[in-house]
């Protein structure tokens, strides 16, 4: 058994990564860009239908809950453990309880997988 929620209505871009695909729960209205990977134990969650947006190549890490209505910003990472709470700038690594920004080096670098979006020709 996977155990993964991960409803129909959930808005998801191109190259969804599951690492390890267990255990997961993501609200429904939650908006998912391209290249995004989601690690084991995570939960994306809100209590006041006002969901998450996460950008494009974005890395959160196990363990990680993103709670209510935050935006992850493109190339980002979230550290193994953290809580979500406030908005994540772009190309940030964010970690800890409360997730506070760690640096800026290279964040989007476990980023696996990467899905080549399809260019519409003229």
């Given at each position: 058994?996977?155990?993964?929620?991960?409803?129909?209505?959930?808005k998801?871009?191109?190259?969804?990564?599951?690492?390890?695909?267990?255990?997961?729960?993501?609200n429904?209205?939650?908006?998912?860009?391209n290249?995004?990977?989601?690690?084991?134990f995570?939960?994306?969650?809100t209590?006041?239908?006002?969901p998450?947006?996460?950008?494009?190549?974005?890395?959160?890490?196990?363990?990680?809950?993103?709670?209510?209505?935050?935006?992850?910003?493109?190339?980002?990472?979230?550290?193994?453990?953290?809580?979500?709470?406030?908005?994540?700038p772009?190309g940030?690594?964010?970690?800890g309880?409360?997730?506070?920004?760690?640096?800026?080096?290279?964040?989007?670098?476990?980023?696996?997988?990467?899905?080549?979006?399809?260019?519409?020709?003229?």
């Amino acid at each position: 058994m996977r155990q993964i929620d991960l409803p129909v209505e959930t808005k998801i871009g191109y190259g969804l990564y599951l690492g390890h695909r267990r255990c997961m729960v993501v609200n429904g209205g939650t908006i998912i860009g391209n290249n995004v990977n989601l690690a084991q134990f995570l939960n994306i969650g809100t209590e006041h239908n006002t969901p998450a947006i996460i950008g494009d190549e974005v890395y959160v890490g196990p363990g990680v809950c993103i709670v209510e209505d935050v935006r992850i910003g493109s190339k980002s990472s979230i550290g193994a453990g953290s809580v979500v709470v406030k908005d994540i700038p772009a190309g940030s690594t964010c970690v800890g309880v409360p997730a506070k920004v760690l640096n800026y080096n290279e964040p989007a670098r476990y980023i696996k997988h990467r899905w080549e979006i399809p260019v519409k020709q003229a």
